[in-house]
Every structure is written in C-alpha cells, then in structure tokens.
C-alpha cells in the first residue's frame, strides 16, 4: 500500500500532539484522532480529522501515531481496557513520538511485535511553537523498511530534519541525550544571565549580545523572551525536565560514562522545586515553563526580578 493510501491514526492531542497532528492534516493526509479529552481534539474536525471514541476505534488503521506524556501512558492507550490492542488487531506501524525511558521503549515495542506491528521510535525536538514555525525535527529508530514508509508523514510536522540513527530504541537514547543538553544549557543560561544583571547589564541586552554571538543559537534565542520578559508560558515543564535528566544520569550509569555535569544540573533543578514552596499556589507554579528556573537563580544571588517589558523575537513567529 503506498503512503498516498495508508490510513493515519493519531493517538495524544496535548501541547506538542495537537500542532503535529494538524499539520498532517493540512498536509492532505486523512487522519483519525483519539484522546482522552475529547473536547481538546474536536477542533481538528474542522481540518478533516475523524474523532474516536476509544484508542481501540483506530485498530484498524495502517499506521499509527502516538504523543503521549509517559511510558505509563503509552502502554495504557495501546494494551490497557478499551486500549488500541484490546481487539487482538494493531495497526501495521506504530510510530511513537513520545519521550519515554529506553526500557519501557523495548518493552512496549516486543509486545507489539508479538501482535504484528512494527514499530518506530520518533521523538521530536522543539515546542509547540517551534511546531507551528515549521522549526520541527525528529530522530528516528526501528525497522528501515518500515521508516522509509513513514518518513514522509513525519517530515510533515518534522520539516527541519527527520533522522534515521537505526534499530530498537536508539532514537530514544538521541532524545535523552537532547534532553539532558537542554537541562544543562538552560541552567548555565539562567546562571550567566543573572551573573550579568547583577554585574549591571540589563537581560535583554546582554541575551542579544548571546544571540548574535558564535555561542547563539535557536534554542537560546527564543527563550530570551521567557527570560527577558518573565513569561513563564508553558513550552516543558520542570517536572518533564526532571524526568528527563534522571533518565540521561540512569542510562549514564548502565553504559558507566561520568557524567559530572548532568548531575549537577540535577540537584540545581531539585532546588527549583524546592524555591517553588515560597509561591502561594506551588503546584501551579511547577506546572509552568522550565525557564522559570531563572527565578531560582535569582533567589539564590539575592536579586528580585522584574519584567523588562522588552519586545524580544523568538525567530519562532509564524509568518501569516
């Protein structure tokens, strides 16, 4: 069956789920959509997407995508109650874009097996934004033949780069590491960020200075916004980020590679959840953007922050 005829199952309609799927929707791919709040997939009806009332509706279709939070979520919509497998039948192609632990990956990838599924790891890298400004990429790993059918339908809402690095779970160790090197550049930015505030240069100032220097880049130039105009929006929460790093400290120490730094990042994230208590609705606080680590920061250097109410480019607006 060529790409043209598949049919598209997708399966996780959240912050990062919802843009993706839209975009292989306006890309003139029929999909059909399930999740767990229905009311957060109807407005993709209006692009052409068919919603189901259960993972298990989209059994039958040949291939199937998934964005959800956890590995714990993932097994659930494909082989708990009323879940994708619950019929016996799966898809030909499951392609996950969740970032999951590599164990859980190999885990849920031999019970697919088992059913007849191949499937493909495809972690994504960048936010919804990112989505949405077509700055988009993803690391790929499973069966070649099986990413060679898909890699045209990930390229829709991965059109910066789809990477193929090989077999099993490597895209997830890819994703970890990603993770990690994000976890490791936002606490040094947030660091040196508040070293030259106190020093006395404004953030935004010296954030320009970064960005146009060899050292910029596209992560640290749309976060200087966050950064310069204390917009806490959430892209990937503290939480996330946590998990992520403590799975690139796990796999560091199955594969023993030091990794001093990471592990440092660790324990200067820890102090964000901490700092988080002297905020009077904690849990809401750690439920927005990892850039407001920058705020701990400043706790601990003694300064108090205050917007600069600067209009900063992200280089993520969307062009109309």
């Not at 957060?40 to 279709?61: H, Q, S």
């Not at 990477?163 to 490791?184: D, M, P, Q, S, T």
Request: glycine share 10%.
């Amino acid at each position: 069956m060529s790409e043209g005829e598949a049919t598209i199952g997708w399966i996780g309609i959240g912050r990062m789920g919802y843009p993706m799927a839209e975009l292989l929707l306006r890309s003139g791919h029929a999909v059909e959509v399930w999740n767990r709040t229905r009311a957060k997939a109807e407005p993709l009806a209006a692009v052409g997407a068919m919603i189901r009332d259960a993972p298990a509706d989209l059994a039958a279709v040949d291939i199937l995508f998934t964005m959800v939070a956890t590995g714990k979520d993932l097994e659930q919509v494909l082989f708990g109650a009323g879940g994708l497998a619950d019929g016996g039948r799966v898809p030909r192609i499951v392609v996950d874009c969740s970032s999951i632990g590599v164990d859980q990956g190999e885990a849920i990838r031999a019970r697919l097996a088992e059913l007849g599924a191949a499937m493909i790891a495809a972690p994504v890298s960048g936010n919804a934004k990112a989505v949405r400004a077509g700055r988009l990429s993803a690391v790929c790993s499973g069966p070649e033949a099986a990413f060679a059918e898909v890699r045209p339908l990930i390229a829709a809402f991965a059109p910066s780069g789809v990477a193929y690095v090989g077999g099993g779970e490597l895209a997830r160790f890819c994703k970890i590491a990603h993770n990690v090197l994000l976890g490791v550049t936002v606490q040094n930015l947030a660091e040196i960020t508040i070293l030259a505030q106190k020093a006395g240069v404004p953030r935004h100032a010296f954030l320009a200075f970064i960005n146009d220097s060899v050292m910029g880049s596209a992560f640290t130039r749309y976060k200087s916004n966050a950064l310069v105009n204390l917009d806490w929006t959430t892209t990937f929460t503290p939480e996330l980020l946590r998990k992520d790093l403590d799975l690139g400290l796990q796999a560091a120490r199955e594969l023993e590679v030091p990794m001093p730094v990471t592990a440092a990042t660790r324990e200067a994230l820890q102090a964000h959840f901490g700092a988080a208590t002297l905020k009077p609705d904690t849990a809401a606080y750690l439920r927005q953007d990892f850039s407001a680590l920058l705020e701990t920061v400043a706790l601990a250097a003694g300064i108090t922050l205050e917007p600069e109410n600067v209009p900063v480019p992200t280089g993520l607006e969307v062009s109309e």
